[in-house]
């Protein structure tokens, strides 16, 4: 396996602890030399998960629809 797709909100959701495991989740992407393929949105809870991986040198990937890019903040900081 080289990549992870994870679907998960662009909200920060309503715990803490939601935050905190995408960045968890982030960084053990990242420590197994695993790809990120998520949605690319630069809010929320996908923000958290990039950024745990790229804070740690790993790889992401963002795949959306043109009609969300277009409502939405992409993140412009992705390997992809």
């Excluded at 990549?3 to 420590?31: D, Q, T, W």
């Excluded at 949605?39 to 740690?56: F, H, N, P």
């Amino acid at each position: 396996m080289h990549a992870v797709c994870i679907f998960l909100g662009s909200s920060k959701g309503n715990h803490p602890s939601y935050i905190e495991a995408a960045g968890a989740m982030g960084r053990e992407l990242a420590k197994r030399g695993l790809t990120c393929v998520y949605g690319g949105s630069s809010t929320g809870l996908m923000k958290q998960l990039a950024d745990s991986v790229l804070a740690e040198g790993g790889r992401v990937i963002g795949v959306t629809v043109q009609s969300l890019k277009d409502k939405e903040n992409f993140h412009d900081g992705l390997t992809e």
